[in-house]
């Protein structure tokens, strides 16, 4: 599968110590089992010029006391509140000045946020996703990438789930209904 790296973007979701870290409220071994995968991907990624994005799941701890129906904290109970060591992205991907970093506030890393404005301005079509959770905000970004008309590529062997069954029915669908599914090895950034 071969990317053009100015036309790219490396889309890493929610790799934070709460979900990634086995300290965090959300820890799963699946999601911190891909940090290694996902530095191997993105370190390729820079070395040819392509553009890294993180996102960052962050809430504010009172953002759902007026939610008339979403609420994550009922689903999840608090996790990755606004300005805590759980909210930030684990050390083992350290952001580095070139990267973009987007904080979101629901599943969806282009809801109410700056990211499909941002990818346009630099004129970024294709989006390699990795992060986690393979059935919640990788999929829901993904699906949202690609109803923008973004090309969206599921890494299957850089995504993090709670369960197999999750990651699964996630990569399935992705790629049925809206993207396409590869390894780390099926891709060829130019350059490289």
């Known amino acids: 599968m071969h990317l053009e790296p100015d036309s790219t973007a490396v889309v890493v979701v929610d790799m934070q110590n709460g979900f990634c870290h086995p300290d965090g409220s959300l820890y799963a071994p699946g999601s911190e089992a891909v940090i290694e995968p996902i530095a191997d991907l993105v370190k390729r990624a820079r070395e040819v010029g392509t553009q890294v994005i993180f996102t960052r799941d962050v809430h504010p701890p009172e953002q759902f006391d007026d939610a008339h129906y979403y609420d994550e904290f009922e689903q999840w109970g608090e996790h990755v509140l606004e300005g805590s060591w ?72 850089c995504i993090g789930a709670i369960e197999d069954e999750h990651k699964e029915y996630a990569i399935d669908h992705a790629g049925w209904l809206f993207g396409e599914v590869a390894v780390r090895d099926d891709l060829e950034f130019a350059g490289e």
């Open 86 to 157: 759980e909210a930030e992205i684990v050390d083992e991907l350290a952001v580095e000045p070139a990267d973009h970093v987007v904080e979101k506030h629901t599943y969806d890393a282009f809801y109410n946020t700056e990211l499909e404005s941002w990818l346009n301005a630099r004129g970024i079509d294709d989006l390699v996703l990795c992060g986690t959770l393979a059935n919640v905000c990788v999929l829901h970004t993904g699906g949202s990438a690609g109803l923008r008309d973004f090309r969206p590529i599921m890494v299957e062997d």
